[in-house]
Protein backbone atom coordinates (compact mmCIF):
# COMPACT_ATOMS: atom_id res chain seq x y z
CA UNK A 1 0.00 0.00 0.00
CA UNK A 2 1.49 2.95 -1.48
CA UNK A 3 0.90 6.42 1.54
CA UNK A 4 1.97 9.80 1.00
CA UNK A 5 2.84 11.57 3.86
CA UNK A 6 2.66 15.74 4.19
CA UNK A 7 4.16 18.24 6.53
CA UNK A 8 5.20 21.27 7.18
CA UNK A 9 1.99 23.18 6.47
CA UNK A 10 0.60 25.92 9.16
CA UNK A 11 0.18 29.81 9.76
CA UNK A 12 3.10 32.89 8.47
CA UNK A 13 2.76 35.73 8.12
CA UNK A 14 2.88 37.84 4.73
CA UNK A 15 6.68 37.54 3.50
CA UNK A 16 7.34 34.91 5.65
CA UNK A 17 8.83 30.75 4.85
CA UNK A 18 7.52 27.81 5.45
CA UNK A 19 8.53 24.20 3.85
CA UNK A 20 6.78 21.25 3.03
CA UNK A 21 7.48 17.80 2.84
CA UNK A 22 5.59 14.90 1.04
CA UNK A 23 7.56 11.35 1.85
CA UNK A 24 6.26 8.29 0.20
CA UNK A 25 6.48 5.05 1.58
CA UNK A 26 5.39 1.71 0.16
CA UNK A 27 6.27 -1.10 -1.72
CA UNK A 28 6.96 1.48 -4.51
CA UNK A 29 8.89 0.45 -7.88
CA UNK A 30 9.48 3.95 -9.57
CA UNK A 31 8.42 7.34 -8.81
CA UNK A 32 8.33 9.58 -12.23
CA UNK A 33 7.47 12.47 -10.68
CA UNK A 34 6.29 14.02 -7.30
CA UNK A 35 4.45 17.11 -7.45
CA UNK A 36 2.89 19.91 -5.24
CA UNK A 37 -0.90 20.99 -5.75
CA UNK A 38 -2.97 23.39 -3.85
CA UNK A 39 -6.79 24.43 -3.38
CA UNK A 40 -8.13 27.59 -1.94
CA UNK A 41 -11.73 27.98 -0.81
CA UNK A 42 -13.65 28.25 -4.07
CA UNK A 43 -11.32 27.23 -6.19
CA UNK A 44 -10.16 24.88 -8.43
CA UNK A 45 -7.52 22.15 -7.74
CA UNK A 46 -4.02 23.91 -9.30
CA UNK A 47 -0.38 22.76 -9.85
CA UNK A 48 2.13 24.67 -8.03
CA UNK A 49 5.18 22.59 -8.55
CA UNK A 50 6.37 19.32 -9.91
CA UNK A 51 9.50 17.79 -10.49
CA UNK A 52 10.03 14.35 -12.51
CA UNK A 53 12.35 12.03 -12.01
CA UNK A 54 15.23 12.68 -14.72
CA UNK A 55 15.15 16.25 -12.34
CA UNK A 56 13.34 18.70 -14.48
CA UNK A 57 10.83 21.10 -12.35
CA UNK A 58 8.04 23.28 -13.69
CA UNK A 59 5.82 25.99 -11.80
CA UNK A 60 3.07 27.86 -11.91
CA UNK A 61 3.88 31.39 -12.96
CA UNK A 62 2.27 32.59 -9.49
CA UNK A 63 4.55 31.23 -7.26
CA UNK A 64 8.03 31.61 -9.81
CA UNK A 65 10.77 32.79 -8.18
CA UNK A 66 9.19 32.42 -4.53
CA UNK A 67 8.67 28.62 -4.23
CA UNK A 68 11.31 25.92 -5.36
CA UNK A 69 10.77 22.36 -5.56
CA UNK A 70 13.11 20.06 -4.41
CA UNK A 71 13.46 15.93 -3.75
CA UNK A 72 15.32 13.93 -1.88
CA UNK A 73 15.17 10.49 -4.26
CA UNK A 74 17.04 8.11 -1.43
CA UNK A 75 14.47 8.71 0.83
CA UNK A 76 11.60 9.35 -1.78
CA UNK A 77 10.75 12.32 -0.44
CA UNK A 78 9.86 15.79 -2.23
CA UNK A 79 10.17 19.71 -0.38
CA UNK A 80 8.31 23.04 -1.14
CA UNK A 81 10.25 25.64 -0.27
CA UNK A 82 7.79 28.36 -0.05
CA UNK A 83 9.54 31.97 0.59
CA UNK A 84 7.82 35.46 0.38
CA UNK A 85 4.41 34.35 0.65
CA UNK A 86 1.26 36.19 0.37
CA UNK A 87 -2.54 35.82 1.39
CA UNK A 88 -3.11 34.35 -1.99
CA UNK A 89 -1.08 31.45 -0.99
CA UNK A 90 -3.19 30.04 1.50
CA UNK A 91 -4.75 27.13 0.15
CA UNK A 92 -5.01 23.24 1.26
CA UNK A 93 -1.66 22.00 -0.43
CA UNK A 94 -1.32 18.52 -1.72
CA UNK A 95 1.12 16.37 -2.27
CA UNK A 96 0.70 14.59 -5.29
CA UNK A 97 3.39 11.24 -6.81
CA UNK A 98 3.03 9.77 -10.17
CA UNK A 99 4.28 6.24 -9.77
CA UNK A 100 4.61 2.99 -10.13
CA UNK A 101 3.69 0.53 -7.30
CA UNK A 102 5.83 -3.07 -6.99
CA UNK A 103 3.58 -4.94 -9.24
CA UNK A 104 1.19 -3.02 -10.31
CA UNK A 105 1.11 0.07 -12.94
CA UNK A 106 1.62 3.77 -12.98
CA UNK A 107 -0.77 6.10 -11.47
CA UNK A 108 -1.48 9.31 -9.61
CA UNK A 109 -1.18 9.15 -5.72
CA UNK A 110 -2.14 12.06 -3.22
CA UNK A 111 -1.74 12.68 0.35
CA UNK A 112 -4.20 14.04 2.48
CA UNK A 113 -3.99 17.76 2.16
CA UNK A 114 -2.06 20.50 4.66
CA UNK A 115 -3.17 23.72 5.35
CA UNK A 116 -1.31 26.72 4.40
CA UNK A 117 -2.26 30.55 5.87
CA UNK A 118 -0.86 33.34 5.09
CA UNK A 119 -2.28 36.01 7.40
CA UNK A 120 -1.28 38.90 9.55
Known amino acids: QVQLVESGGGLVQPGGSLRLSCAAS????????MGWYRQAPGKERELVAR???????NYADSVKGRFTISRDSAKNTVYLQMNSLKPEDTAVYYC??????????????WGQGTQVTVSS
Open 26 to 33: GRIFRINA
Open 96 to 109: NAVLIPAGGFSRDY
Open 51 to 57: ITGGGST
